[in-house]
């Protein structure tokens, strides 16, 4: 596989560092309030490439993604609804989880919260690891990293040393790139603030230190395969992930940065005061399918911006239903052998798909293959050179399709979830057929239509009436 560098700002080819397996680390949610479309567009470009890296790769997976429970946001947060800081974030992590869920992304082997005491005594020995290599101060009961202690700060963000503020602080937990200059590591506390005091003074960990400590901590030795995130995290959090990692061991700390790009709404940014920021409920509550915004959000190359509207949800819808059409077609096929010429087709799609996945997450390139094989293969069955032997070969390949994509398998569920009780679709279907036995077409077409305006379709074929969501 070959795969973006966002440090060497290169195409670079992919191996782990220690065998087969990639050691991942994902800047999950700051978790005050319920993540956002924009914020799935990262996780599921994230589980796309996990998928890609497991199911073309063939690579074995050790992925973590991380709940930032403590920050200036979630102390804020949690102090305005009264609530401590633990129970403030674990709704908004339950949601994340209800949300990630429903959008069919994988569940990742390790899931760390800011907050949980190893992780905060990882990050205290972190800091104090600084300390011992010179690249720490304290001023007013907080830690800060001295950035003009690493010479190489500012490498992934290719940030003008001359710009670079060494010596001004900064204890806000994100800040622009005109203000590079020394972070906090740890914080004194303000009254009535969460505090914790694990051999670095008390206070409470800032938002950079807390990454750099749980991916190591969780994945072993530097440096690690692949850290990935939205491309808004590149500075100041991974430049500082990078500083504190690095300064702490003398070791690389991530061999390949991967970042997707931003998420427009309408061709603008998400702003709460544009009214533009959707979250999973929003799309669902105006009547699209989880799948269909899936499907959006993977559609387009990752490295490009991705402009969501809702006319371009109707379109998902309708991709997805050419897809499952032409799958309903395949499954209803009967008679015929093996046709060499298919078989040949459906391989070369594969491999081609492959490919595309394998040069970068090419996913709209990989979606064109998947497209271009729906449509030679319906002229196909249209000429009668498709037979039923040829199913299960064409299946196998919609399933490795779906492996490294996770659409079809979230529609699959949404479908054999009916809008209406099953047992009222299969008195509807029977009261149809004894219709039309008794030449009562009216009747049946009552019927058809009584469970359309429901939100079942009836589809009549060689092997009998089958349903299928509006």
Known sequence: ??????????????VPVRDNTVRMYTCGLTVYARGHIGNFRTFV???????????????????????????????????????????????????????????????????????????????????????????????????????????SYGKLARLDHEGIQAGARVDSDEYDKENARDFVLWKATRPGEP?????????????????????????????????????????????????????????EFSKFWFHIEHLLVDNQKMSKSVGNVYTVQDVLDRGFRLSALRYILLSAYYRKQLNFTWVGLEQAEEALRRITDFLGRVGALSGGGVHPEVTARVIAAVEAFDAALADDLNTAAGLGELFDLIRALNIAMDNKQV????????????????????????????????????????????????????????????????????????????????????
């Open 195 to 251: 505090t914790w005091d694990c051999g670095c003074g008390p206070g409470r960990p800032g938002w950079h230190i807390e990454c750099s400590a749980m991916a190591l901590r969780l994945l072993g030795e530097s440096p690690i395969d692949i850290h990935t995130g939205g491309v808004d995290l590149v500075f100041p959090h991974h430049e500082n992930e990078i500083a504190q990692s690095e300064g702490a061991t003398g070791k």
């Open 45 to 151: 470009g994230v589980d796309v490439l996990r998928r890609a890296l497991k199911y073309v790769g063939g690579f074995k997976m050790h992925h973590v993604m991380n709940f930032t429970d403590v920050d200036d946001k979630t102390i804020t947060g949690a102090e305005k609804a009264g609530l401590p800081l633990r129970e403030y974030t674990d709704q908004y992590i339950k949601a994340f989880r209800e949300d990630a869920l429903a959008l069919g992304i994988e569940p990742v082997e390790d899931t760390p919260r800011a907050t949980d005491p190893e992780n905060l005594q990882a990050m205290a020995d972190m800091i104090n690891q600084l300390g011992e290599h010179g690249h720490t101060y304290q001023s007013d009961g907080s830690t800060y990293f001295k950035i003009s202690t690493l010479p």
């Open 1 to 14: 596989m070959r795969l973006y560098n966002t440090l060497t700002r290169q195409v670079e080819p992919f």
């Open 387 to 470: 037979g039923e032997a040829d199913a299960a070969g064409i299946k196998a390949a919609f399933d490795h399709f779906d492996q490294v994509l996770g659409v079809l398998s979230l529609r699959h569920a949404e479908e054999a979830t009916p809008p209406i009780p099953q047992a009222e679709i299969d008195a509807g279907i029977q009261a149809r057929q004894d219709a039309r036995r008794r030449r009562d077409f009216a009747e049946a077409d009552r019927i058809r239509q009584e469970l359309l305006d429901k939100g079942v379709i009836l589809e009549d074929g060689p092997k009998g009436t089958r349903w299928k969501r509006k």
